[in-house]
């Protein structure tokens, strides 16, 4: 767990040096913002999601194979169980569980988590999303 936390910690600051913010913002919630948590939702079902496609930017819409609810549905999605860690500015960070179903030379050395950065754009849209893998 105090991996996890170390982790995230530097995960949060890379990304916001990556954006050229000075010094984080942090906010505490126990809920995600609507359509991060929409999103988080749909990546890590089987089944459409209603509401994500509404909730993704026209950009990020652009980018993907596919439209509508279902656009992240699959028979076995990579991650399950995500757990909303908190909001930095426009990203917001989530713990997820790999799927053990999925194939192992996804994930080579094997990891147990990810974390999700889910970015947002000034609507409270999802514009795009990055997972890190823990390291060591």
Known sequence: ???????????ACLAVAACG????????????PSCAGTFAAAITSADPTPGVWDCLSAAYQNRLQG????VFALETPLWTHPHYLGL???????????NRQVEPAVYNPP??????AVYLDQQG???????ATPTG
């Open 67 to 70: 439209e509508g609810d279902g």
């Open 1 to 11: 767990m105090e991996l996890t936390r170390t982790l995230v910690c530097v995960f």
């Open 21 to 32: 913010q000075s010094a984080p913002s942090a906010t505490s919630s126990k809920s995600p």
């Open 111 to 116: 990891v147990t988590h990810v974390v999700m």
């Open 88 to 98: 930095d500015r426009n990203i917001a960070l989530f713990d997820m569980t790999v």
């Open 125 to 131: 849209r999802v514009d795009h999303a990055k997972a």
